[in-house]
């Protein structure tokens, strides 16, 4: 087997083990919620892919897509339970390009170094799977790693070729 070809089923087992753990560890909803929320409002979020355009084009319309939103839901205040179901539909959207990126023929070295680190935006946001509820809030506070991260990504995607 060569090299490339582990690394490819690597990426899958990751994606894998981080969809199965994230359907996993939702703790069960004590009905507490955060400033600002509401028992039983429904936070369900869909994230469509886009399928046309180069892989730098879909980064670009997925990001323009998806950071109105993670900017809202990071000031939101929402229960960790909400951020949790939250982050499924955006981590997902941006591990399918992740994988859409090292599966083309030539693998762009700047979406290789971008995605992961929008999967790094959504890991601080909305918390990551299995990470105690208590350590992923606290995280959601740090405003200013909120705001270095997005800066630093709004840097990396307009830096994308045309």
Not at 57 to 75: E, M
Not at 98 to 126: F, G, M, W
Request: aromatic residues 4%; positive net charge.
């Amino acid at each position: 087997m060569n090299l490339l070809s582990l690394s490819k089923k690597g990426l899958l087992a990751c994606m894998l083990f981080s969809m199965l753990a994230a359907g996993c560890t939702k703790a069960p909803d004590s009905g507490k919620t955060e400033p600002g929320r509401t028992v039983g409002e429904k936070q369900e979020l869909s994230i469509k892919v886009p399928e046309s355009g180069t892989l730098n084009d879909r980064v670009r319309a997925l990001w323009a897509t998806t950071l109105p939103i993670i900017k809202t839901d990071a000031a939101a205040g929402l229960s960790d339970a909400d951020y949790q179901a939250r982050r499924l539909p955006l981590f997902s959207a941006w591990v399918t390009l992740q994988q859409q990126n090292a599966n083309a023929p030539a693998n762009d070295t700047q979406l290789s170094k971008v995605i992961p680190r929008i999967l790094e935006l959504l890991d601080h946001v909305y918390g990551f799977p299995g990470t105690p509820a208590e350590k992923r809030i606290k995280e959601r506070q740090n405003a200013g790693r909120t705001a270095y991260l997005i800066a630093d990504i709004e840097r990396q995607v307009a830096a994308l070729p045309k």
